[in-house]
């Protein structure tokens, strides 16, 4: 007999001597442990499911699915049919194997001539590579990190045979960016050049880019009479927007470290002079001596005295006076010249665009605040804000209840999420227990019993050679020689009556030592 034939039929000897009570609340113990075990098998086996595409359109979800169908993979889908989720370690195998073979979007790109049918005409053409090249734009704009999803038409004017009558091509791009997120003027640019530049004779100007909110992203960007005005409009807008932000940003950061998260709103207006002042400015310094000459003349003469001489007299000319008929005559002369130089300077100023000419700050405080504190804050956001009341700048402060009932939805739902998530963790590792458990104590049943088997002791002797009556006593023997013959005595009987049960007993003992 094998040893798995002899353990077989211990347990069945072992499961006899039982009585009704024990066998059913060992069925029980058996068969919870045992649903336990093949529940933690089967959540242990369930492989971890991740987002294969999130935000799906339905066409794109059931295209999608009928692709994992044709696959044989297991799937889940998740926020009502928008999340498609997949076992982690096959999801970005199976992300490539969609995205080839699948149009996400319903754009359809040059991959669609890879099929020819039979038959086509040249218009047919025409709209099939209009609809590609639609596709192959508006996949490579959606590559742009602020952009979700993009879609680009293109109208393409029919060939006129004058040139005259020739109609210009025109495009249109809808965008939808990602939460929080702008695009910048120099990008809408470029996919006003990127557009125009992929489709034959469109040129910029007629190409118009908008978001999903109505906003007109394009005007005024696009090359052509007055689109340098418009572009340094555009960008004088955005150096005060991104002025604002960055202030705002600060004096709520700072109210919030008092108030607490999502306890104040800050919101600031500044007004900039943008206009180019040139102011030119000549100073003129004290008188400096540069150079100077000097000439001096004298003479001393003795005259006759004859008389002057007519001529002197016709002529005009200086007279030194006559001395009389014989005399001394004297001759000086000075002359001085001085050049001077003044200092000149010349000051050209040109003012820095964007001079902050007026700040208005507003701030809204959730609850009801004393008056003290209140002033304190206004105190404290004017010099944050570099507040200068001479020029006009404001500040208000108000303090009224916020209407928080979204976010605290919000935080309730989030918290009930988290409860759910905490009591299945629960729920598995109390499972996981309760199977330890009830495994452990059935083997520590099993082996109770079985070492009670071992060890039991057989009747006392005496009562067997009262209950056998027929049987003759030597009341000189001890009680231990009494006890013992009667054992021998009653071993002797069961084995003549039963002889297959001894003999199954015996083998049992062998096999257990």
Not at 252 to 278: C, H, Y
Not at 325 to 353: F, I, L, M, P, W
Request: charged share 25%; glycine share 8%.
């Amino acid at each position: 007999m094998g040893f798995w034939a002899q353990l077989t039929e211990q347990v069945k000897n072992l499961w006899r001597k039982f009585s009704l009570w024990q066998k059913i609340m060992l069925s029980g113990v058996g068969g919870i442990a045992l649903i336990v075990i093949i529940v933690m098998s089967y959540y242990a086996q369930q492989p971890k499911m991740e987002p294969l595409f999130t935000n799906l359109d339905p066409r794109d979800a059931s295209a999608i699915t009928a692709k994992l169908k044709e696959q044989k993979v297991n799937y889940k889908l998740a926020d009502d049919g928008k999340t498609i989720l997949v076992p982690k370690e096959d999801k970005y195998q199976l992300r490539l194997d969609v995205a080839g073979k699948v149009n996400l979007g319903g754009v359809v790109g040059f991959e669609s001539f890879n099929e020819t049918r039979f038959g086509e005409t040249e218009n047919d053409k025409r709209v099939k590579f209009l609809v590609a090249l639609q596709g192959e734009l508006t996949r490579t704009i959606e590559e742009l990190d602020e952009v979700d999803s993009a879609k680009v038409h293109i109208a393409l004017p029919q060939p006129s045979l004058f040139i005259k009558d020739q109609k210009e091509a025109t495009a249109s791009v809808l965008l939808r960016l990602k939460p929080y997120a702008q695009l910048k003027p120099e990008q809408v640019k470029s996919i006003l050049a990127f557009v125009s530049h992929s489709v034959e004779g469109l040129k910029p100007q007629n190409v118009t880019v908008m978001d999903v909110n109505g906003n007109l992203l394009s005007e005024g960007l696009a090359d052509g009479p007055g689109a340098n005005l418009s572009r340094i409009s555009a960008n004088q807008l955005a150096i005060k927007q991104q002025y604002e932000q960055d202030l705002a940003r600060s004096i709520q950061s700072m109210l919030e470290r008092m108030r607490g998260p999502g306890k104040a709103v800050v919101r600031v207006n500044v007004t900039m002079d943008f206009d180019q002042v040139e102011k030119r400015s000549e100073t003129y310094g004290d008188a400096v001596l540069v150079s100077e000459h000097a000439k001096e003349e004298s003479s001393k003469g003795r005259t006759n005295g004859t008389g002057g001489n007519p001529a002197d007299a016709n002529m005009g000319g200086p007279s030194y006076g006559n001395m009389g008929s014989s005399g001394d005559s004297e001759y000086q002369s000075s002359e001085r010249t001085r050049n001077y130089e003044v200092s000149k300077t010349v000051e050209t100023k040109v003012a820095a665009t964007g001079k902050i000419t007026k700040v208005s700050v507003s701030v809204l405080l959730d609850g009801e605040i004393p008056q003290q504190e209140q002033e304190q804050i206004t105190n404290a956001v004017k010099m944050a804000a570099g507040v200068d009341l001479s020029r006009g700048d404001q500040v208000s402060v108000v303090a009224l209840p916020f209407n928080n009932e979204l976010s605290k939805k919000l935080e309730e739902e989030m918290a009930l999420a988290e409860k759910a998530k905490q009591r299945n963790e629960y729920i598995k590792i109390a499972l996981a227990s309760l199977g330890a458990l009830l495994t452990l104590g059935l083997i520590y049943f099993i082996g109770r019993n079985l070492a009670r088997q071992k060890t039991q002791v057989p009747v006392s002797g005496f009562q067997q050679v009262a209950a056998m009556g027929d049987l003759e006593v030597d009341l000189s023997l001890s009680p231990e020689a009494l006890e013992k013959k009667a054992l021998r005595t009653q071993i002797e009987k069961l084995a003549q009556t039963n002889s297959e049960d001894v003999a199954q007993v015996l083998k049992t003992w062998l096999v257990e030592e």
